[in-house]
Nanobody
Framework: QVQLVESGGGWVQPGGSLKLSCAAS????????MSWYRQAPGKERELVAI???????NYADSVRGRFITYSDSTKNTMYLQMNNLSPDDTAIYYC?????????WGQGTQVTVSS
């Protein structure tokens, strides 16, 4: 089964940018439906972005136009470029791989946006 490891989180000031990575092992990302979720303190986990078949992507309304997700098959890694960050983006970010109705999750990476 696939294992996922996120990295790239940290602290950034409002208006700043971060790039998250989700490195996969034990399976090719091309065989999975890949997405990013986040969970803020006291809130439910929410879908942020998903890579759809054909290489396109869909985004939550709250991040559309600021976040971009894509994958690099040669590195078996998915990325989330986050721009113009605001305090509302503060959360733990998780990557998700889904196949045959089974979900695989990484451990998450903390993103904190504050001045």
């Amino acid at each position: 089964q696939v294992q996922l490891v996120e990295s790239g989180g940290g602290w950034v000031q409002p208006g700043g940018s971060l790039k998250l990575s989700c490195a996969a092992s034990g399976g090719s990302l091309d065989l999975y439906s890949m997405s990013w979720y986040r969970q803020a303190p006291g809130k439910e986990r929410e879908l942020v972005a998903i890579i759809v078949s054909g290489g396109g992507s869909n985004y939550a309304d709250s991040v559309r136009g600021r976040f971009i997700t894509y994958s690099d098959s040669t590195k078996n890694t998915m990325y989330l470029q986050m721009n113009n960050l605001s305090p509302d983006d503060t959360a733990i970010y998780y990557c998700n791989a889904r196949r045959n109705r089974i979900d695989y999750w990484g451990q998450g990476t903390q993103v904190t946006v504050s001045s």
